[in-house]
């Protein structure tokens, strides 16, 4: 395997224990072995894109990640602690792990600033000042600050997911994931998604991403991961990816990606 791990990146990781380590995990549903053997490590700082065929397993590691799926082997540790099986300590730890699905899954009933205050007032205690000030810094970042009062049918998909990305972020997470965050968009939607995400990643978000976007990958992703039958086939940069896969697996679903 090609070393990755030094020189490739600029936020200096020697110092700083990896803050997601997977090791050996494995999950089944019923008699499909959907994660065989998962070992993935990611540094504080680094953003890690998923990529490969559907039904490889994408979704359910980002959800065993969070812990909305239970393992039945091996480990998952978010910054050195052990994810617990349940409990008042696992609802602490999965707010360390900020989540944002394809479709956005926002509260319909709620304005988007109360989606955004609701997560820290209810599971960190936050009082409401403080979390609306802080909401609607997230919401400026994220390009919305003036939809606030809005309901999220009254926003676009683009703006229905920036709402989503500030939400998962109004957590203070240490961790951000993403599963396909832009598969549901309309194009001309995509690009101001993708362009939050960029600024997250240069700004040292630690991030697990998954998607099929191969801009995005080449220009944020430190660590290309492509996964295919449950299992990681291959590991590298970006760059070395894209130009020069090593196996046929991910050869052939390049092509098919890239014809598409
Ligand atoms: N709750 C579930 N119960 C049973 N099988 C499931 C469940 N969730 C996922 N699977 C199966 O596990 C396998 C992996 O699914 P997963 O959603 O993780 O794949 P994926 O790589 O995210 O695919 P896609 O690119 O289509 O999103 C698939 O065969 C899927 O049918
Ligand atoms: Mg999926």
Redesign the pocket.
């Known amino acids: 395997m090609v070393d990755i791990g030094k020189g490739a990146g600029d936020k200096g990781t020697s110092d700083n224990p990896p803050l997601v380590v997977l090791e050996n995990v494995n999950k089944h549903?019923?008699e499909?072995h959907?994660l065989k053997d998962i070992n993935l490590t990611i540094d504080q700082g680094e953003v890690v894109v998923i990529i490969?065929?559907?039904?490889?397993?994408?979704?359910?590691?980002c959800r065993s990640i969070n812990r909305l799926e239970p393992i039945d082997g091996g480990s998952i540790m978010i910054d050195g602690k052990k994810l617990p099986e349940e409990g008042r300590e696992l609802a602490r730890l999965r707010a360390d792990v900020g989540m944002v699905f394809q479709s956005f899954n926002l509260f319909a009933h709620k304005t988007i600033l109360e989606n955004v205050t609701l997560g820290p007032m209810k599971v960190r205690k936050v009082g409401k000042a403080e979390a609306e000030k802080h909401a609607m810094e997230l919401l400026e970042r994220v390009g919305i600050g003036s939809q606030a009062g809005k309901y999220p049918a009254q926003l676009s998909g683009g703006q229905q997911q920036r709402a989503a990305i500030a939400r998962a972020l109004a957590m203070k997470p240490k961790v951000m994931l993403f599963?396909?965050p832009t598969s549901a968009l309309d194009p001309e939607m995509v690009k101001e998604v993708l362009d939050v995400m960029t600024d997250l990643a240069e700004e040292g978000m630690t991030m697990i991403v998954?998607t099929h976007e191969m801009g995005f990958a080449r220009r944020a992703a430190r660590k290309v991961v492509f996964?295919a039958d449950?299992q990681i086939v291959e590991e590298s940069t970006p760059d070395e990816f894209f130009t020069n896969a090593r196996t046929d697996r991910a050869k052939d679903f390049l092509s098919k990606i890239l014809t598409h």
């Open positions: 549903f019923g499909l959907v490969g065929p559907s039904g490889g397993g994408k979704s359910t590691l599963d396909e998954v996964m449950g």
